[in-house]
């Protein structure tokens, strides 16, 4: 079974303290790993995906790198705005019939606090 | 409206109520999908839907039935509900299966 692990759980900065949020998984033949932003009480907001190991994707202050076994979300200089829950998630490989059902598997997220 | 909208935003529900969740995208996808999400466990796939045809169905209990009437709208038909089913209900569009999913702000649901 495709497994999804984040960390870490949760992840406190002071603005400006830039850290990296990881995300670990294990599925064979990768089709895509996904990142999301989700703010309280809203559903998540569509941020990067990565499909090969090398691959690197930046916006604003964030950047997703990926390697065969993981993928980092590298958070530069950041704001108190940038609290928020960060999802991951993988696409699973194609079934045995040949057809891709699209399915994600998301891993728990790592809740991230910016102080001032 | 753009993106993907859900209506009611808020639900407290009886046990023996019916009730249905809507979910409109406006965004021209092909596919659509229902997610779980409990407080401190990851998002839980329900359904998912392409071009209006059924694809995934997670092992849902058939307390939920849900609805795909055309490419735009997706329904979630609730009835007999239990107090574990109180959760954040996310509606998801994509342009295709397995690209990226754009979700709905959700129905937080409450049984009671």
């Known amino acids: 079974e495709d497994q999804v692990t984040q960390s870490p759980e949760a992840l406190r900065l002071q603005e400006g303290e830039s850290s990296s949020l990881n995300c670990s998984y294990t599925?064979?033949?990768?089709?895509?790993l996904f990142w999301y932003r989700q703010d309280p009480g809203k559903g998540p907001e569509f941020l990067f995906t990565?499909?090969?190991a090398g691959e690197e994707k930046e916006k604003e202050r964030l950047k997703a790198t990926l390697t065969k076994k993981e993928s980092f979300l590298h958070i530069t200089a950041p704001k108190p705005e940038d609290s928020a829950t960060y999802l991951c998630?993988?696409?699973?490989?194609?079934?045995?019939?040949?057809?891709?059902?699209?399915?994600?598997?998301f891993g728990q997220g790592t809740i991230l606090t910016v102080h001032p | 409206e753009t993106g993907v909208t859900q209506t009611p935003r808020h639900l407290v529900m009886g046990m023996t109520n019916k009730k249905s969740l809507k979910c409109e995208q406006h965004?021209?996808?092909?596919?659509m999908y229902w997610y779980k999400q409990s407080a401190k466990k990851p998002l839980e796939l329900m359904f998912v839907?392409?071009?209006?045809?059924?694809?995934e169905n997670n092992s849902v209990p058939s307390r939920f039935s849900p609805e795909c009437p055309n490419s735009s709208h997706l329904f979630l038909h609730l009835h007999t509900l239990q107090p574990e089913d109180s959760a954040l209900y996310l509606c998801?569009?994509?342009?295709?299966?397995?690209?990226?999913?754009?979700f709905g702000p959700g129905t937080r649901l409450t049984v009671t």
């Open positions: 998801a569009s994509s342009p295709a299966l397995g690209d990226e999913q754009y």
């Open positions: 599925v064979s033949g990768l089709r895509g």
């Open positions: 990565l499909y090969s």
């Open positions: 998630a993988v696409r699973d490989p194609q079934n045995a019939g040949g057809t891709s059902y699209g399915k994600l598997t």
């Open positions: 965004l021209g996808h092909n596919a």
């Open positions: 839907y392409s071009l209006e045809e059924r694809v």
